[in-house]
């Protein structure tokens, strides 16, 4: 089950890096990526599919618009903290909304927060067909997936903190 939560969160990584450097390349008129960890790989999306794996699971049942929102609030919030983490910690702004209207510290921005539903309600979609049958799986004994899991946290944090050292 660990094992899978980090499938999922490298999968999504890479599908929301390949769609951020699509947007950016189309905004911009030529190729343009601002993923931490290189062309088509930015971990902000694996938070986010590992958050709405979470949201989509429990919101079972409610009402479509109040989950929705929910949605929408918690990706934007993620964003926010995003962010201030890489801000704040890796010393680095990978966007900045502050020309955009209604945004917030220039970290989010009521365009995005859209972007982010639209994205919430194709994850809500697709969670039952592909990403809770892959969530549910469990690829090794629970102490082999305990100790992947910590291994994986590990490293993510070493090579972060390492870009970032590289970086600045």
């Known amino acids: ?21 699509a947007y950016r390349s189309l905004m911009d008129k030529k190729f343009a990526s601002n993923c931490f960890f290189g062309i088509f790989f930015c971990p902000i999306y694996g938070f986010g599919a ?25 990706l934007t919030f993620l964003e926010y903290v995003g962010a201030l983490f890489t801000e704040k910690v890796l ?9 955009r209207r209604l945004n917030f510290q220039g970290r989010i921005n009521i365009q995005h927060s859209l972007y982010w539903l639209f994205l919430a309600i194709v994850f809500e979609y697709i969670y039952f067909s592909l990403v ?9 004994p629970m102490k082999y997936e305990i100790i992947s899991g910590s291994l994986f946290l590990l490293l993510f944090l070493i090579l972060t903190f390492r870009r970032a050292k590289k970086i600045s």
Request: aromatic share 18%.
């Open 1 to 21: 089950m660990i094992v899978a939560y980090i499938l999922l969160f490298l999968l999504f990584s890479l599908i929301g890096g390949m769609l951020d450097t």
């Open 50 to 74: 590992l958050l709405m794996t979470h949201l989509t699971a429990s919101m079972q049942g409610i009402d479509v618009l109040f989950r929705v929102l929910v949605y929408a609030f918690s």
């Open 91 to 99: 010393k680095r702004k990978l966007w900045d909304y502050s020309k």
């Open 132 to 140: 809770s049958p892959i969530v549910s799986f469990q690829f090794f």
